[in-house]
């Protein structure tokens, strides 16, 4: 799922491709649609492409659909800053200073083994349910892979690179923003592109298990309830198209607009 | 010279053990600021004690879980489901990777449908599978291991196709029949992609795994131990299943993430992964 597969995909996908992915889609979309109607299995839990794409116009006509979504991308990016603010001056401090490193690796080796969803509980007895919660699980969903990629970067950075400015007589400051964050910086927007879709995750988890009263991921949980399958696949929709909209359009634009034009990306695999 | 080897050889040892006693020490110094910040905090009373346990009762109702068998049977069940569900993604990915790696067709029919299916969070298509297979075990498994198939797929689908045209040819030209090519070019070549796949797959695996025991309703299992700890506002017990949670985690880490990691890039000196 990196720019290297989209490259490579894109290049693949010649005409015959083109047809044979088309056709694939179709055939998939008419045996669900057939299975569907046969009747095998109860039309609640397997609901046409048809009546999924009314609930989808429908949901998205009288804006309810919008606000959940607006919600959901509210404590998703919120979480995903605080991991930004948190992680990334943390993780340059843990590759700068010895002593911040000798500190805090420790605890991030022992905490990072612990999946989010573990902390939902907890956070939900001494947050309850709602916004916080969730913001917070989603911070520290994220901070992880921010922490940890922008420590390796930071620490990555060709020391001959350093050197050399270190030679041309640049001090502490011009060092760290002239070639240190620059050099880092592959490894950085890596780590907010693994922290995004850690959040993503964490956001639509959280949501369903600290059920407030709205969200994506809340809708899914809630349609389950009253056998609207209709709702849980146009939600489902919804939710992938975010996510592939940041994966590819906003992480893959920053990656073009930096470490591709500076001819980093072999350094950005990782 | 002699002096100088003899008191070398007698203070190494000495030294070894200082050394070691220093990692330890600067290893538990941050554990032992927390543990020490969380103490003052929960004995302080800004909190209700049953909200904020002290390490102290922590501690004892993590032994007496333990004592009573009832933590290592959730812990046993969490990871056999873990290992069941990954089980299952890794022989249904790595089947359908290494088909779409070696034939075009496969390729333009699996990818599409993949590369939908891929980037909706796993746990989304949690209530539906509760729908489709009811709640309970087998809803849990199929979760998981349909959610850690997609990085296995996805790498070893990238290292099929990176393995190098001329070694094809050349096993081709030395009259390498389809099944040694496969077992003595390919799928070496492809290792290292397939062994990165196989690790995030499990990582993939255990971090959903936790969320999928909560909500599928399962009877034993970690995630099931601290959500039903909840109710009962048992947070010390739920302090308990989170650390055993922790060192299931680390111990998947350490013994499996690290050692494949480790393998792949001394044996082939390769970091590229994909996510």
Redesign the interface.
């Known amino acids: 799922?990196?720019a290297?597969?989209s490259q490579?995909?894109r290049q693949?996908l010649s005409n015959?491709?083109m047809l044979?992915?088309g056709v694939?889609?179709i055939v998939?979309a008419a045996l669900y649609e057939a299975l569907s109607y046969s009747g095998i299995f109860p039309r609640v839990?397997l609901p046409t492409i048809q009546t999924i794409v009314v609930t989808l116009y429908g949901m998205l006509a009288d804006g309810s659909i919008l606000v959940h979504a607006a919600a959901t991308l509210y404590r998703v990016l919120f979480g995903f800053c605080l991991a930004i603010v948190v992680g990334l001056p943390l993780g340059i401090a843990m590759a700068r200073f010895k002593p911040v490193e000798?500190?805090?690796l420790?605890?991030v080796?022992?905490?990072?083994?612990?999946?989010?969803?573990?902390?939902?509980?907890?956070f939900?007895?001494?947050f309850g349910i709602g916004n916080t919660t969730t913001v917070l699980i989603v911070f520290y969903a994220a901070t992880f892979p921010m922490l940890f990629n922008t420590w390796s970067g930071v620490r990555s950075v060709n020391p001959i690179w350093l050197r050399a400015a270190g030679c041309m007589g640049a001090d502490e400051k011009r060092l760290f923003w002239k070639v240190i964050i620059p050099g880092a910086s592959p490894f950085i927007i890596t780590g907010m592109r693994?922290a995004f879709?850690?959040a993503?995750?964490a956001v639509?988890?959280a949501e369903?298990?600290a059920a407030s009263d709205f969200g994506?991921?809340w809708v899914?949980?809630d349609?389950?309830e009253f056998?609207q399958?209709d709702v849980?696949?146009a939600?489902?929709v919804v939710?992938?198209l975010i996510?592939?909209v940041f994966?590819r359009v906003v992480f893959g634009g920053i990656e073009r607009a930096t470490i591709l034009r500076w001819g980093m990306v072999r350094a950005a695999?990782? | 010279m002699q002096d100088a080897v003899t008191i070398a050889v007698a203070r190494a040892p000495q030294s070894r053990i200082g050394d070691q006693l220093r990692v330890v020490a600067r290893n538990a110094f941050p554990f032992i600021v927390v543990g020490a910040i969380w103490e003052i905090v929960a004995r302080s009373g800004t909190f209700p004690r049953k909200l904020f346990p002290t390490l102290e009762d922590i501690a004892r109702s993590f032994v007496d879980l333990t004592l009573s068998g009832i933590l290592p049977h959730h812990a046993l069940d969490t990871v056999i489901r873990l290992l069941s569900g990954f089980f299952l993604a890794a022989v249904i990915g790595l089947t359908i990777g290494v088909l779409m790696g070696r034939s075009r067709r496969a390729e333009d029919i699996f990818l599409p449908l993949v590369s939908i299916l891929a980037p909706i969070p796993g746990l989304a298509y949690t209530p539906l599978f509760l729908l489709w297979f009811g709640p309970g075990e087998y809803s849990a498994v199929l979760l998981v291991a349909f959610v850690s198939s997609f990085p296995i797929i996805y790498n070893s689908w990238t290292g099929v196709k990176a393995v190098k045209e001329i070694w094809l040819r050349s096993a081709l030209a030395m009259g390498a029949d389809d099944r040694r090519m496969f077992s003595h070019v390919i799928l070496p070549g492809a290792l290292p992609y397939i062994l990165t796949g196989l690790r995030l797959g499990l990582a993939q695996a255990w971090r959903i795994l936790i969320a999928v025991e909560m909500l599928a309703a399962v009877p034993w299992g970690m995630g099931w131990l601290i959500f039903g700890a909840r109710e009962f506002l048992n947070t010390d017990a739920m302090m308990a299943g989170v650390v055993v949670i922790a060192l299931i985690g680390l111990a998947l880490e350490k013994y499996v993430f690290q050692k494949i990691e480790n393998y792949t890039v001394v044996r082939w000196g390769m970091v590229e992964a994909m996510e």
Not at chain 1, 109 to 122: C, D, E, G, K, R
């Open positions: 799922m990196t290297k597969t490579m995909t693949q015959r491709s044979r992915a694939t889609l998939a839990l000798n500190f805090f420790p605890l080796s022992a905490l990072m083994p612990i999946p989010s969803f573990a902390l939902v509980p907890l939900m007895l001494w693994q879709l850690r993503w995750i639509v988890g369903m298990i994506l991921g899914i949980f349609a389950k056998l399958t849980m696949m939600s489902l939710i992938g996510g592939f994966e695999k990782g």
